[in-house]
């Protein structure tokens, strides 16, 4: 799956929101005592007639000579051991994105096996 690390970031933490009320725990942190959020988003960039850059915002005037960049990039939040998860609303929308890449990466390869028909695959 091209996105592992991500959904793995995403399943730690789930489970540290559903069995520690959202507290990190010892089982949800690395070597550094840090359990990092890896979710994919989409970046977008505004590079005016001059070459200078600028991440788009909602209402941001777009001129014609403007070129826009969209890319999915990966954003990481850092939790702490001790600390007790956050999930702000605004974020909310790249928690869905996220899962939208995920079960298309998750599709896009399974959709190879159903076809040769050697595997039956059943929902």
Avoid at 43 to 67: H, L
């Amino acid at each position: 799956m091209s996105w592992t690390p991500e959904l793995s970031s995403f399943q730690k933490l789930r489970n540290c929101l559903e069995h520690r009320c959202g507290i990190v725990g010892p089982q949800d942190v690395d070597e550094t005592n840090t359990m990092i959020l890896r979710l994919p988003y989409l970046k977008v960039d505004v590079m005016d007639a001059s070459g200078a850059v600028r991440p788009f915002e909602i209402g941001m005037a777009v001129r014609e000579t403007s070129t826009v960049k969209v890319e999915v990039a990966v954003r990481k939040t850092t939790f702490y051991l001790g600390q007790t998860v956050k999930v702000e609303p605004e974020r909310i929308g790249e928690i869905a994105f996220a899962c939208w890449v995920f079960a298309t990466d998750i599709v896009d390869k399974l959709a190879p096996v159903a076809a040769s028909g050697q595997h039956k695959i059943h929902i």
